[in-house]
T-cell receptor, first 121, second 107 residues
Framework: EVRLLESGGGLVQPGGSLRLSCAAS????????MSWVRQAPGKGLEWVSG????????NYADSVKGQFTISRDNSKNTLYLQMNNLRAEDTAVYYC??????????????WGQGTLITVSS | DIQMTQSPPSLSASVGDRVTITCRAS??????LNWYQQKPGKAPKLLIH???NLQSGVPSRFRGGGSGTDFTLTITSLQPEDFATYYC?????????FGQGTKVEIK
C-alpha cells in the first residue's frame, strides 16, 4: 500500500524558514517522480515543485522559484521542501504527491494527507 | 503558463442525475488532462488520467473525454459519495496547472 506522510508544518513568522518532509512507503521510491502541491484556505490547488526519481531534475512554479528548494533522499525514501523567506501568501496545506513515472510531466496518483503551514506574526 | 478554465464553478444535482463538468485549456494539450475529486478536509484523489483513462479502483460511472483544448468529466449517475469538488489539471508541460474547481452540491 502506498503511503505518504508529511511532517514539518506549523506556524512561522513572515521571513522565516521551514522544511517539510514526506516519508514514503509501499513503493520503490527512487523509481518515481514526486511533487509538492499546495492549497490555500478555501482556495484551489496549486502545483509548487516537482523532482525526478533520481533527483537530477527539478521544476518550480514561478511563485516560489528562488524561494523554495525541493530535494529527495532515496536512501531514506523521503521527499523534502525547504521553504525560505516565507510570506503570508504561502499559508496553505502542503501535499506531497507521487507521480506514476520516473520523469516527465505526470498526473499525481497518490497524495499524502497534507501539512498546514501558517505564515503569520 | 497554460490556463485551465472549468465550468460551471458549482452545480446542484440530485442522486441519480447525469452531471457534466467542462475544462478548457488555453492551448492544445493533446490528451494530457487529468481529473481529481476532493472532499472537505481530505487530499485530492486521481479519478481519470490522460483525458479518458479511469484510475484503478474508480467506479465506471466516472467518464472523461476530449482532446486538444476541450475536455469533459461526466458522472453518469450521481451517488451520495460523489458530492465533492472536482479539479482538472494539465500534465502537458510545466508548470502543471489546475482548473479552479467545480463544487458538486446536493439539490
Amino acid at each position: 500500500e502506498v503511503r505518504l506522510l508529511e511532517s514539518g508544518g506549523g506556524l512561522v513568522q513572515p521571513g522565516g524558514s521551514l522544511r517539510l518532509s514526506c516519508a514514503a512507503s509501499g513503493f520503490t521510491f527512487s523509481n518515481y517522480a514526486m511533487s509538492w502541491v499546495r492549497q490555500a484556505p478555501g482556495k484551489g490547488l496549486e502545483w509548487v515543485s516537482g523532482i525526478s526519481g533520481s533527483g537530477g531534475s527539478t521544476n518550480y512554479a514561478d511563485s516560489v522559484k528562488g524561494q523554495f528548494t525541493i530535494s529527495r533522499d532515496n536512501s531514506k525514501n523521503t521527499l523534502y521542501l525547504q521553504m525560505n523567506n516565507l510570506r503570508a501568501e504561502d499559508t496553505a496545506v502542503y501535499y506531497c504527491a507521487k507521480e506514476p513515472r520516473r520523469d516527465g510531466y505526470n498526473p499525481f496518483d497518490y497524495w499524502g494527507q497534507g501539512t498546514l503551514i501558517t505564515v503569520s506574526s | 503558463d497554460i490556463q485551465m478554465t472549468q465550468s460551471p464553478p458549482s452545480l446542484s444535482a440530485s442522486v441519480g442525475d447525469r452531471v457534466t463538468i467542462t475544462c478548457r485549456a488555453s492551448q492544445s494539450i493533446s490528451t494530457y488532462l487529468n481529473w481529481y475529486q476532493q472532499k472537505p478536509g481530505k487530499a485530492p484523489k486521481l479519478l481519470i488520467h490522460t483525458a479518458s483513462n479511469l484510475q484503478s479502483g474508480v467506479p465506471s460511472r466516472f467518464r472523461g473525454g476530449g482532446s486538444g483544448t476541450d475536455f469533459t468529466l461526466t458522472i453518469t449517475s450521481l451517488q451520495p459519495e460523489d458530492f465533492a469538488t472536482y479539479y482538472c489539471q494539465q500534465s502537458y508541460n510545466t508548470p502543471r496547472t489546475f482548473g479552479q474547481g467545480t463544487k458538486v452540491e446536493i439539490k
